[in-house]
């Protein structure tokens, strides 16, 4: 079978796999176009199967924070290849890999692995259920913590704790314990969580980065501490694109704040499936074998997995840090000021290394400010940079990361290529 191009791959994979794609984003419906297939990753590149390279934005979605194939991992796995792929049984990395979680997340005082982001925030979830004998979770509108059918919920119109399944095959009941409050918006939590005692925990992204890259404004977080102490509620920080992103210990280092629950995954597994959840020891103790929650995988812990994530964290510093914020903040303000020239206007929104590129002129704040923006033009722009060598997220309501493997040349060239990109849209 020789199919050299993305389009000939591309047709031939929407005869197997729905829509073509394994995950629906990657099919560029909200874009248009082929998506890319992708040979090989090199740094701050991506090979497709047409022989074309990009500058990559996406970092498969936020786990290449060293980019493409760092030696390091590459050469960690590698030896533990040689000494197999699956057990079952316990290994000493997991107990390596634990140990660092906890010394870069002083909240997480017991934690356990799982095999992506979705088993993580569903299991944590369970858990604060299980702890507090309650039933219903606050969840806030535009974050995504995977796609477990509680999770699923939309904000219905109207009654608060009226809410719709984001998807079809998942049943009102499910969604029936799930409270979709505005992002940013403290006043619904405390509305929702004077008034309800049925409450077991609140789930949050404490930076938005799956509705295009939202900051918590001042307070929000700090709020939801507050009120979630008072009520005895666990507050679960869904850090799985945050953590180890905005710093080491995530979020929560940033902001100096403690959720009872963390949930990680991403950047943890260096490039592997992985995931993690874990919190106060009074609540994890709830965890079978050790209490009466149940959560298992096969695959939990992997030593591939877990080995990448090792030697991930080992690259983690401080230093690391400074340069990527530096980098992302010198490249935003650049970006900016290209598109304020072209008088396109355009709000970025960015932290440490992620942003979005928003194409509104109007703060974004929530989930209803983002979707004031102009996708067509984003599409627009996607493309021309796309045709430029650069590949952005294929939708407007993503983020963009900057990894240790993007030098200023390869900014630099993005940067030329979204000058012209702009000056397009502008005719
Ligand atoms: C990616 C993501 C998830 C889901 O993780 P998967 O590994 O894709 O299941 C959950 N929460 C947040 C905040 C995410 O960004």
Redesign the pocket.
Known sequence: MAFKLSRNLFNEAKRHIPGGVNSPVRAFRSVGGVPVFVASGRGSRIRSVDGKEYIDFVCS??PLILGHSPKTVISSVKKMLDKGTSFGMPTEEEVILAREIKKAYPSIELVRLVS????A?MSAIRVARGWTGKRKIVKFEGC???HSDYLLAKAGSGALTLNLPDSAGVPEEMVKFTIVLPYNDLSAVENAIYSDNDIAGVIV?PVA??MGVVLPEKGFLEGLRKITQEKNIVLIF?E??TGFRLARGGAQELFGIRPDMT?L??ILGGGFPI?AYGGRKDIMSCVAPEGTVYQAGTLSGNPVAVTAGIAMLRELTGALYRELEKKTKWFTEELKGIADEAGVPVTINSIASMFTIFFTKDPVRNFAEAKKSNVEMYSRFFHELLSGGVHFPPSQFEACFISRAHRDKDLERSLDVSRKAFKKLKN
């Open positions: 979605w936020g992506s982001g979705t088993e925030t995504y913590h995977g992204e980065g799956n869904d799985v694109i949930c995954g991403k995931g």
